[in-house]
């Protein structure tokens, strides 16, 4: 066989493999790149189902009856990462949401009329009975391997003896 007859089969050949490892031929429009099988370039036309939008959701926690100016530490099963929409309280209290333990902790000093350092962990705070935001609130747990239970610390503003329920609505982003 000439040098001519084995290239021009090589060239044959690449152009098969291409062929096989590359884009099928066919498919409709909508249709996308699906893996049909088991082994490697195992591919070929399909209709995927599209997911759909994550829901909003409401997670409560209620506290155990806390005298005025008592503080209780909480937590609350949300997500890994959450967007968090709007906070309610039952009655009124002081509500902190924090990345993770370490950060509820180093947070324990701060009184009600100082800001939280930026990078220092709080989520998000609340004074009163209800926090809304104009934009959504991100958060995430920062355990690892992460759970998605929230730290909260929340102290009961109320003047009385009560149980707060606290109702955090959330859209999650993490499972």
Not at 20 to 29: I, L, N, W
Not at 89 to 102: E, N, V
Request: hydrophobic share 40%.
């Amino acid at each position: 066989m000439s040098l001519e007859t084995r290239l021009s089969a090589l060239a044959t050949r690449i152009g098969q493999i291409i062929k096989q490892r590359g884009v099928p031929a066919g498919g409709t429009v909508g249709q996308s790149i699906v893996k049909t099988g088991a082994g490697d370039y195992a591919f070929g036309w399909g209709t995927t189902s599209g997911g759909s939008a994550a829901t909003r959701l409401t997670a409560t926690v209620t506290s155990s009856q806390l005298a005025n100016n008592v503080t209780e530490l909480l937590t609350v099963p949300l997500a890994k990462g959450y967007a968090l929409y709007q906070v309610t309280l039952s009655g009124a209290g002081w509500l902190r949401i924090y990345r993770d333990t370490a950060s509820r902790t180093a947070d324990a000093s701060r009184d009600q009329t100082t800001d939280p350092a930026p990078g220092s962990g709080v989520v998000a705070e609340v004074i009163g009975t209800l926090g809304v935001w104009d934009q959504a609130v991100s958060g995430w747990d920062g355990k690892t391997p992460p759970d998605g239970v929230i730290p909260l610390r929340l102290t009961n503003l109320s003047g009385a003896a009560q149980a707060i329920t606290v109702t955090l609505t959330y859209l999650p982003l993490e499972a």
